[in-house]
């Protein structure tokens, strides 16, 4: 399996003309950057490579109210205010079955967009996919401190929104 993820992040680097990519410790890790040129919703964003090749991004470690729950919009416009028309580090995680790149992403001044966006209440920690004890740990703070999302009594998690809109259909 990890050999499959390795050739899919070498393929993708190699797709990506003129970024500089380049191997951390994992075989599966690479770096680079990219200017963001939109933001999709609280966990999602665009970003333009140096070769103007325009890639969705879905933030790892962190799942974003859905658009029409309480806090989407805020949750929206914190990440928007963290990275719209910035230029921000990429470590690739994985490709999603959705084929977005499932990415860590940095901003310019080197803050994890996935603990700022916990910090401030505007997403969940995605535990089903990310086992981080930084991640619960800023979740639990904000739950804790009723910070953004927190504030209303039982939130529901976009999986479960999902999944309830889903079973609708």
Same mark, same amino acid.
């Given at each position: #399996?990890?050999?499959?993820?390795?050739?899919?992040?070498?393929?993708?680097?190699?797709?990506?003309?003129?970024?500089?990519? #380049?191997?951390?410790?994992?075989?599966?890790?690479?770096d680079f950057t990219v200017k963001v040129v939109g933001i999709s919703d609280g966990d999602t964003f665009k970003g333009l490579t140096n070769s103007n090749a325009q890639i969705k991004f879905r933030i790892q470690g962190i799942d974003a109210p859905e658009m029409k729950q309480p806090y989407s919009q805020r949750s929206k416009q914190l990440l928007s205010d963290l990275i719209f028309d910035k230029t921000v580090k990429i470590r690739i995680k994985e490709i999603d079955h959705y084929g977005r790149i499932v990415a860590y992403v940095f901003t310019p001044d080197g803050k994890d967009v996935s603990a700022e966006m916990l910090k401030a209440g505007m997403a969940w920690h995605y535990k089903t996919y990310d086992t981080s004890e930084e991640y619960s740990k800023l979740e639990k703070t904000a739950r804790d401190n009723k910070i953004g999302l927190w504030e209303v009594a039982n939130p529901t998690a976009p999986w479960d929104y999902r999944k309830a809109k889903k079973a609708k259909k």
């Open positions: #399996m990890n050999r499959i993820k390795t050739s899919i992040a070498l393929i993708l680097c190699a797709l990506l003309a003129n970024v500089s990519c #380049m191997a951390q410790k994992s075989n599966e890790n690479f």
